[in-house]
């Protein structure tokens, strides 16, 4: 539900959702048009059938077990390399990376200089460096990265004063060396001023 709407918006859905299908068997043994019925008003209904066929297939073929591996994951329909990634973590406590735009973001600019060309694939690779190798730490980072790319370093500010990484961000850095300078400029700016105002003031 979460592929391209806000959490706001999905808050009204997902709730009542699990309540009409509480388990993967009742969501694959619904009619298409019930599921499609009980998206409506969500939009991007493909979700919604591609969740379906899932449901029939993990039932049909996985004997009602839903896989834990990213590759396995990625096999089902709907489920891309993200998709994969958030549920092998948030789910099974598997030490993957889930890279979407918040956490690509954060990477660029805590590894990279803002001119650098980056390829996905090489973003993806370094994220799985980051991930810590235990269960419930890769859970936490990767909860803790994705919220840091959607409240501090946003893409319209990154706020780097109030960033807890800013010491091992290369943008941060840099940011807030200019920040620093930009402060003191200012403030030798003020003093200068003031004391021009103290001679003229004696020169009267
Ligand atoms: S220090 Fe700044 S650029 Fe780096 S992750 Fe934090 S907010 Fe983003």
Redesign the pocket.
Same mark, same amino acid.
């Given at each position: 539900m979460l592929q391209q709407t806000q959490v706001s918006r999905v808050e009204q859905y997902y709730g009542k959702f699990l309540l009409q299908y509480p388990t993967i068997r009742d969501l694959a043994v619904a009619a298409p048009a019930q599921v499609r019925e009980a998206w409506q008003g969500l939009g991007y209904y493909r979700r919604a059938s591609n969740l379906h066929r899932l449901a029939i297939s993990i039932m049909e073929e996985r004997n009602g077990i839903m896989p834990e591996s990213v590759q396995e994951l990625e096999r089902l329909p709907g489920v891309g390399r993200y998709t994969a990634g958030a549920v092998a973590t948030f789910a099974f406590e598997q030490a993957e990376p889930a890279v979407d735009t918040n956490v690509g973001r #954060?990477i660029r !600019?805590?590894f990279f200089s803002p001119r650098a060309r980056v390829t996905e694939k090489r973003i993806w690779r370094l994220a799985k460096t980051l991930v810590p190798r235990k269960g419930k730490p890769a859970w936490t980072f990767n909860q803790a990265i994705m919220e840091?790319g959607a409240l #501090? *370093?946003t893409a319209r500010i990154? !706020? *780097?004063g109030e960033?807890p #990484? !800013?010491s091992a *961000?290369r943008?941060?850095q840099k940011?807030l060396t200019t920040e620093a300078r930009n402060t003191r400029r200012m403030h030798g700016m003020r003093l200068s001023r003031a004391s021009d105002n103290i001679h003229q003031e004696k020169r009267r």
């Open positions: #954060v !600019r805590a840091l #501090v *370093c990154a !706020r *780097c960033c #990484v !800013r *961000c943008s941060g940011n």
